[in-house]
């Protein structure tokens, strides 16, 4: 079966760094496009980023771009979101997600959370 777990949720201060990892397994990593979208209390989830299946095209949300990298090892079945530059704003809980044959699948989230 899909599963996606992703790690490395973290409390930072403002300005930090971190980096999100989504290991997948139960199915074939490296023929699907991978995302990660960001979900807070109350709101709606938000499309964060989106990796095609190769690596060759990123996709980013106004909000992060210039700030948050995705990539992927084909190789490890893992998919990345490097964030930088952290604003109080972009505290939430992180999901990886996949669409495969028109299912979304969603990892149990990471709670990042930007505070001084």
């Known amino acids: 079966q899909v599963q996606l777990v992703e790690f490395g949720g973290d409390l930072v201060q403002p300005g930090g760094s971190l980096r999100l990892s989504c290991a997948a397994s139960?199915?074939?990593?490296?023929?699907?496009?991978m995302n990660w979208y960001r979900q807070v209390p109350g709101k709606e989830r938000e499309f964060v980023a989106q990796?095609?299946?190769?690596?060759?095209?990123?996709n980013y949300a106004n909000v992060v771009k210039g700030r948050f990298t995705i990539s992927r090892d084909n190789a490890k079945s893992t998919a990345y979101l490097q964030m930088n530059s952290l604003k109080p704003e972009d505290t939430a809980v992180y999901y990886c997600?996949?669409?495969?044959?028109?299912?979304?699948?969603w990892g149990q989230g990471t709670q990042v959370t930007v505070s001084s």
């Open positions: 139960g199915f074939s990593f490296r023929s699907y496009n």
């Open positions: 997600n996949a669409r495969i044959n028109s299912v979304n699948y």
């Open positions: 990796i095609s299946n190769t690596g060759g095209t990123t």
